[in-house]
């Protein structure tokens, strides 16, 4: 698959309009992902799904988006069932979550769906217009707006996301023998791909991030040893933070806390290519029809949350998560299914493979899902919330 021309054209020139002909590898992954005309966000448009590129749990199973309305529910009657009650999804890809969860709650929870105030940001203008098309029934309810158009302290209810963070820019590091350096993009001798070069820090951002989540580079790390820093994470927190009044930030993403994502053993960090369901760690190859990710830290995420006034809630497991909030007895129900029409037990045991998947322990079970929270009362804040009833596996 040779790259995309228009990428790879706007990755050229931005290269020779650069200092040295380099640039950081976050800004090279934030043109490849979103650049408005070549970037992978931009033309790959039925990318997430089962034809795609991967497959997230909205796409799998209903369940995930129902499972999720009934925890926000309980998250509207813990904030007193405000009115509007703002619910903001960020980065909403095709809009398959959105539809799951405005269907549920008008179908199960009416009193909640008639206050409701549901807002997406997405970065893609594709996706944007993919969304549009499949939330028409809601057009009512729903509205689209960038981060810029919410004002600060603007919202009372949740801002919460599925595979966000995993998608936005991160900065590669690697330890050389003069310490912590940063891995640059450039072209190649003879312009026809890019390469790796390395160079100093380009922000001191970079080195109290590490010392932030509790990295000391003199500890057991072998020379060589490259990784990942989450910068546009920590942006995004702050800005969700500003524009959260009271209320809740719920996070579901692959990852690890510091310590393991950090551990000297993970020698060449977590950055992974998806292309038609395989994966691989060469961010160069395939421009533009391939989707760039890291693991998420969610330590840099509680302690940045913490920094901007976020209280830690809860951290737990997809499969716990869907388990609290009732996938096991939605599995039971199944069970109960009595049919001799092999469309009716085809579909009953569909949807019981699509259940596994998301509680897979090896797969999106394996997820996490951060709970925090803004300006709740003690009271508020020290109620049991559902979804984190029952602890990680660790
Ligand atoms: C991996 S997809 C996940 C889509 C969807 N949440 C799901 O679970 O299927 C990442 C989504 O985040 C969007 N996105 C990435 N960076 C963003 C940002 N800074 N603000 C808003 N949306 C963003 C992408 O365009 C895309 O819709």
Redesign the pocket.
């Known amino acids: 698959m040779p790259h995309n021309p228009v990428l790879f054209d706007v990755l050229k020139d931005r290269l020779r309009q650069a200092p040295q002909g380099k640039i950081t590898f976050a800004e090279f992954m934030d043109l490849a992902?979103?650049d408005p005309v070549g970037g992978y966000?931009a033309t790959q448009v039925a990318a997430?799904g089962p034809q795609g590129d991967?497959v997230?749990?909205?796409?799998l199973s209903r369940d995930f988006g129902e499972l999720l309305t009934v925890q926000l529910v309980e998250l509207w009657h813990y904030l007193g069932q405000p009115e509007p009650f703002t619910l903001v999804?960020?980065?909403?890809?095709?809009g398959?979550?959105a539809d799951d969860v405005l269907a549920y709650l008008q179908s199960q929870f009416q009193d909640c769906f008639a206050v409701l105030d549901y807002k997406i940001?997405?970065?893609?203008p594709v996706?944007r217009h993919i969304q549009r098309k499949r939330l028409e029934p809601w057009a009512n309810r729903v509205t689209w707006c960038d981060?810029a158009d919410l004002a600060a302290d603007s919202v009372t209810g949740c801002c919460f996301?599925?595979?966000?963070v995993?998608?936005?820019p991160v900065h590669q590091v690697i330890l050389t023998e003069t310490g912590l350096q940063e891995i640059y993009v450039t072209l190649d001798e003879d312009s026809s791909t890019l390469k790796d070069v390395i160079g100093p820090l380009s922000t001191p951002r970079l080195g109290e991030y590490f010392e932030r989540v509790g990295v000391d580079w003199a500890k057991g790390y072998p020379l060589g040893y490259r990784t990942e820093a989450h910068l546009?994470a920590l942006d995004?927190i702050a800005t969700v933070t500003d524009v959260l009044h009271r209320g809740y930030l719920l996070t579901i993403d692959y990852g690890y806390p510091a310590e393991r994502y950090y551990n000297p053993h993970r020698t060449q960090g977590t950055l992974q290519c998806y292309y038609q369901h395989a994966h691989h760690n060469d961010p160069y190859r395939y421009l533009g029809h391939q989707?760039i990710?890291a693991h998420v830290n969610f330590t840099a995420l509680e302690r940045q949350g913490e920094q901007c006034g976020l209280t830690i809630l809860g951290l737990t497991q997809q499969a716990m998560f869907l388990m609290a909030l009732g996938l096991g007895d939605r599995l039971m129900d199944l069970a109960k299914i009595q049919s001799t029409d092999p469309a009716i037990v085809n579909q009953a045991i569909q949807r019981r493979d699509q259940i596994h998947q998301l509680m897979n322990p090896m797969g999106l079970g394996n997820f996490w899902v951060l709970l925090q929270g803004k300006n709740l009362t003690p009271e508020i804040a020290t109620q049991p919330i559902c979804g984190f009833t029952i602890p990680p596996l660790g």
């Not at 940001?121 to 893609?124: A, C, L, N, Q, R």
């Not at 996301?161 to 966000?164: D, F, P, R, Y």
Request: glycine residues 6%; proline residues 3%; without cysteine.
């Open positions: 992902l979103y966000y997430v991967f997230t749990s909205p796409h999804e960020m980065g909403a890809g095709q398959i979550m940001v997405e970065k893609s996706l981060w996301s599925n595979e966000l995993d998608a936005l546009a995004w989707d990710t």
